[in-house]
Every structure is written in C-alpha cells, then in structure tokens.
C-alpha cells in the first residue's frame, strides 16, 4: 500500500518564525489533504490540495504530485499554530485515506 | 460549511458495558469513517459505509460494529468495552468518488476512557 512519509516529527519554533513541513508519498494519489489537529483533539481541514498551490492568509501549500510530495509553509507562526499537522492521501474511489505520522509544532511566545 | 457532530467529547465507561458512539453529518454526504487515534498508532480505521446499510471493514473492526440506517447517521457499537479500547474516537464523512472530489471532514472526536 502507500506509505506517507512526514518531516520533520517534531518542531519548536519561536513566534514569527517561518517553517516548512513537508509529506512524500509512495504512490500516484488522487487526493491529497493537510490537517492541523488542535489541543482539544480536533482535526481541522488546511488545504484540499492533490496538485499545484493554494494558499489562505499566512498557510500556503503546493503539492508536485509528478514527484509525490507536499510541503505545507507556516509563516509568521503563532501561538495557536501548535499541535499536529497531518497529511492525508487517498485514491479516488478507494475510500481508504492513508495518514502520516504527523509533525508535532510547537510555537514558542 | 460542512458539520461533523459527535455525541460526546468525553465518555467514560465500565468494562463489559455496550458503548454507543453516534456521529451526524449535515452535508448530504455518502461515505462516512470511524478512526480511532492512540499515542504513535496514528489514525487507524475501523468502518466506513458507502451507503445506507452498506459498511465495509477498515484496518481494526475487531471488537466493534456499526450501523448505518439514515445517510446522515453513523454509529460506532462497542459490543462489550475492554480496557484496549480507551481511546480517541474521530468520525468522518466525504462526498463521494462520483463527485472527483474526495475531501474528509471530521467531528470533534470523543475521548473514550474504560475501566
């Protein structure tokens, strides 16, 4: 099956600061989505994002499907940027959804 | 915008106890999942359902059954609760394959302990 690959595990970063998350996967997906899980255990939808570039306010996110990868961009972090950040593959029609391990961020005020 | 409910954020229960996890979703949509999520195990699937009264086995079913008697409707049952399944309930739901876009919304999640 596919293996989704996240890097890096884990994050400290001080306010402000800019980051770079990034998911390889092993296959041809069809579908592609970034989570941030929050402290209360809520997984929140980022970017439905199976090719190309999206961005929304200080997140941006490109996937370069040809080369199976997706790199999720914080910039000017916050506080309330902490908790994980999930990728998730999926083929279309295949209703499995693939997750990765997560990159625990932590933001430093 | 899409709405995932679940039943309860916090459950706590008695082993051998039957548990009923009930998650609504109010965007028509057809597919809807039950994950559960423990400390480096990640999100593990357990059901899923295509349809009404359709359901199909994840990666973990072991232990659990489901239902699915309205679209908008799908319950997790814990026959009989074991210790093993303390653990962070999420539920899903996603349009489905016929829509080309295949994108999981999630409930809050429900924090299952059992004693």
């Known amino acids: 099956g596919i293996q989704v690959e996240q890097s890096p595990p884990d994050l400290i970063l001080q306010e402000g600061a800019n980051s770079t998350l990034r998911c390889n996967f092993s296959?041809?997906?069809?579908?592609l989505q970034w989570f941030h899980q929050n402290p209360w255990g809520q997984l929140i939808n980022l970017f439905y994002i199976p090719s190309g570039t999206k961005q929304n306010g200080r997140l941006s996110a490109t996937t370069v499907a040809t080369e199976r990868y997706s790199l999720l961009y914080i910039s000017s972090s916050q506080t309330t940027d902490s908790g994980v950040y999930f990728c998730a593959v999926s083929y279309t029609g295949g209703f499995k959804t693939i997750f990765g391990a997560g990159t625990r961020l932590f933001v430093k005020a | 915008d899409v709405k995932v409910t679940q039943s309860s954020r916090y459950l706590v229960k008695r082993t051998g106890e039957k548990v009923f996890l009930e998650c609504v979703q109010d965007m028509d949509h057809e597919n809807m999942f039950w994950y559960r999520q423990d400390p480096g195990l990640g999100l593990r699937l357990i059901y899923f359902?295509?349809?009404?009264?359709?359901?199909e086995k994840g990666d973990i079913p072991e232990g659990y059954s489901v239902s699915r008697e309205k679209k908008e409707r799908f319950s997790l049952i814990l026959e009989s609760a074991s210790t093993n399944q303390t653990s962070m309930y999420l539920c899903a739901s996603s349009s489905p394959p016929s829509h080309r876009i295949d994108e999981q919304f999630f409930g809050p999640g429900t924090r299952l302990t059992v004693l």
């Open positions: 359902s295509y349809d009404v009264k359709m359901k």
């Open positions: 296959d041809s997906v069809n579908n």
